[in-house]
């Protein structure tokens, strides 16, 4: 990374996620749990839905979890009806954990 270059939320945390039926799960955990905050106030439930517009046609519920220094997400109808349903090449939760580490931090 140059001094230029703006920095994103990957630099500062990692994404897990799961999938099951037409709902995706999505946890960003910070790398140092000093950038907890930075994360906590970035990632919104609102944040999270725009990030997804036209992919999560349902409600954002977020679950934050300061003692792991993590947020979690459940994103319902996210997945297009559910994996094994979906027209979407690889519309599983790892692929949305990828777009929200992309998010630039303020």
């Excluded at 990692?14 to 946890?27: C, E, I, Q, V, Y």
């Excluded at 839905?49 to 036209?54: D, E, M, R, V």
């Excluded at 109808?77 to 998010?103: I, M, P």
Aim: no cysteine; glycine share 10%; proline share 6%.
């Amino acid at each position: 990374m140059t001094p230029t270059q703006p920095r994103t939320l990957q630099d500062i945390a990692l994404a897990r996620s799961g999938d099951k039926g037409n709902r995706a799960t999505l946890s960003v955990i910070a790398l140092d749990v000093t950038d907890y905050p930075v994360i906590e106030r970035l990632l919104t439930a609102e944040r999270v839905k725009a990030q997804y517009a036209g992919v999560v046609t349902g409600e954002v519920q977020r679950f934050t979890l300061p003692h792991l220094g993590a947020v979690h997400f459940v994103m319902h109808g996210a997945l297009g009806g559910g994996v094994t349903r979906s027209l979407a090449l690889d519309a599983h939760g790892k692929t949305l954990g990828s777009a929200l580490l992309a998010l630039p931090l303020p």
